[in-house]
Structure formats: C-alpha cells, structure tokens
C-alpha cells in the first residue's frame, strides 16, 4: 500500500499523460504502472486515434510498454495508475497481466465510456484485488472534461 501523498503524486502524473494524449489528438486518459515502492516503470496515455486502435486505452498501451520492458508477460507485483476508472476490457487485461492493485481519479460518470465501472469487473470476478477510486477525483474529472472540449474543437 503506497503512502496518501505518493498516490497522488502518482494520479497527478495520471493526469499529465492524460493532458499529453489530448495533445496529440487522444482521449484524455493516461496512467503508470509502478511498483510497490511507487517507483514509475511506465507511463503513457490513451493512443487510439494516433494508433487507430480501438483497444489502445491507457491501460493496453501500459501493459504492452511494461510487459516488453520487463521481458515477461507476468506483471505480477506491479501497481495500476490511471486518471479514471478502468473499463472492463483494461480491468481484465491488467488481471490476467497479473496486477492486484488498481488506484485512480475520476470514477465514470455520465458521458464517459461505457458505464460498466470496475467495481462490477471485481465484483463479479476477482475479488482479491484491491481498488481504490476517487483520488484527486474533482482535479481528474475536471482535466478529462477540459480534454474533451478541447479535442472536440479540433474537430
Ligand atoms: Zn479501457
């Protein structure tokens, strides 16, 4: 379990990759994956428009970056960051990678993603794992609201 201002040092660089993928065209989402002292060992942001990758969530693009990193498919001890709750296709993704412990901001409300949250991934699944949403989660909410006024003013 990290310490209270770890995490949100770690949400707050959520956040920054999340500001970095709407700059290049990308939904506002971003995360790390960490290990268990909070140490980043990546991190990156949503890439499905630059990728034109449906699947390229935050979370997928970590996994893929740390798994070829660390040289196994076994990310087993590592840590989840992200700016908002996971989707059941990252939820599952970072189970079956191994990962125990989730952390993130916003929780997913009206207008963002499909409104299956997490928890009903846990719940129905893996109950071993241990979740915590709702860090810093005015500050992600707000900054993923700004991100999609901004990119829809790319359009
Ligand atoms: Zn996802």
């Given amino acids: 379990m990290l310490s209270k201002e770890r995490m949100n040092a770690l949400i707050r660089i959520a956040m920054e990759e999340a500001d970095a993928a709407v700059e290049r065209g990308d939904d506002p989402y ?4 960490v290990d268990q002292e909070g140490n980043i060992f990546v991190r ?3 890439r499905q ?13 970590l996994i893929r970056e740390a798994a070829k990193k660390l ?15 996971s989707c059941p296709m990252c939820a599952s993704a970072l189970v079956i990678a191994g990962i125990k412990e989730f952390y993130f901001g916003a929780w997913f409300e009206d207008g963002f993603q499909p409104n ?7 719940d129905a699944c893996y109950d071993n794992i241990i979740l915590e949403g709702g860090i810093l989660a005015n500050e992600c909410s707000a900054g993923i609201k700004r991100g999609r006024e901004k990119l829809s003013k790319n359009v």
Avoid: F, R, W
């Avoid at 971003?30 to 994956?33: D, K, L, W």
């Avoid at 299956?116 to 846990?122: C, D, H, L």
């Fill in 30 to 33: 971003g995360g790390a994956i």
């Fill in 71 to 85: 040289g196994s498919n076994d990310l087993s001890g590592y840590i989840s960051v992200c700016n908002a709750e």
């Fill in 49 to 61: 428009n630059t990728e034109q990758n449906p699947a390229a969530h935050a979370e997928m693009v």
């Fill in 44 to 46: 990156n942001g949503n």
């Fill in 116 to 122: 299956i949250q997490m928890s009903v991934v846990k």
